[in-house]
T-cell receptor
Framework: QKEVEQNSGPLSVPEGAIASLNCTYSDRGSQSFFWYRQYSGKSPELIMF????GDKEDGRFTAQLNKASQYVSLLIRDSQPSDSATYLC???????????FGKGTMLLVSP | NAGVMQNPRHLVRRRGQEARLRCSPMKGHSHVYWYRQLPEEGLKFMVY????????ESGMPKERFSAEFPKEGPSILRIQQVVRGDSAAYFCASSPSQSGNSPLHFGNGTRLTVT
């Protein structure tokens, strides 16, 4: 049974701070890792993906992957109120495109 | 609009009726996935299809639910004899390949309400 775990939150940070969102997964065969953002009542929107151990940066977002610890995280620098949303971690197996999603972490950025 | 198109956006059905949800993948994408999201819950995988083939239906309830992706036209998720527990947001996603490295692109979803 593939499982993806996230703290439900809410994670509250002040505007301008760094928000750190975490995710653990159970299947050691997992090879691809995605972060989606979902505003209330809207569809999931892809933010970042990472396949290799280490860090991957894209603008204010940094994804971090540690396969040995089965852990992936998303850092949001200079958090803005518009970043307030639920962040979904998704994990996939090599050669298999169906993704398993965590329940998401709600992020609240206060002005 | 080159994105994943789902319709209807909102669907209200009475218990016992049938619900039909439609999804047209992004242009150039031949892989379609259906996910269900209950309130306060994450996205749960239901079924993965390619044109005319069901690849993985491990997340589909055994009864009342079916899906197809015909050679021509959109993918259809069909729920027969709906019950209140079927009320949820149903999202369709598409990808260009089966590779695990292909991100899924989601449509706007269909919000099904069973009264």
């Amino acid at each position: 049974q593939k499982e993806v775990e996230q703290n439900s939150g809410p994670l509250s940070v002040p505007e301008g701070a760094i928000a750190s969102l975490n995710c653990t997964y159970s299947d050691r065969g997992s090879q691809s890792f995605f972060w989606y953002r979902q505003y209330s009542g809207k569809s999931p929107e892809l933010i970042m993906f990472i396949y290799s151990n280490g860090d991957k940066e894209d603008g204010r977002f940094t994804a971090q992957l540690n396969k040995a610890s089965q852990y992936v995280s998303l850092l949001i620098r200079d958090s803005q109120p518009s970043d307030s949303a639920t962040y979904l971690c998704a994990v996939g197996l090599s050669g298999y495109s169906t993704l398993t999603f965590g329940k998401g972490t709600m992020l609240l950025v206060s002005p | 609009n080159a994105g994943v198109m789902q319709n209807p956006r909102h669907l209200v059905r009475r218990r016992g009726q049938e619900a039909r949800l439609r999804c047209s993948p992004m242009k150039g994408h031949s892989h379609v996935y259906w996910y269900r999201q209950l309130p306060e819950e994450g996205l749960k995988f239901m079924v993965y299809l390619q044109k005319e083939n069901i690849i993985d239906e491990s997340g589909m309830p055994k009864e009342r639910f079916s899906a197809e992706f015909p050679k021509e036209g959109p993918s259809i998720l069909r729920i027969q004899q709906v019950v209140r527990g079927d009320s949820a947001a149903y999202f369709c996603a598409s990808s260009p390949s089966q590779s695990g490295n292909s991100p899924l692109h989601f449509g706007n979803g269909t919000r099904l309400t069973v009264t």
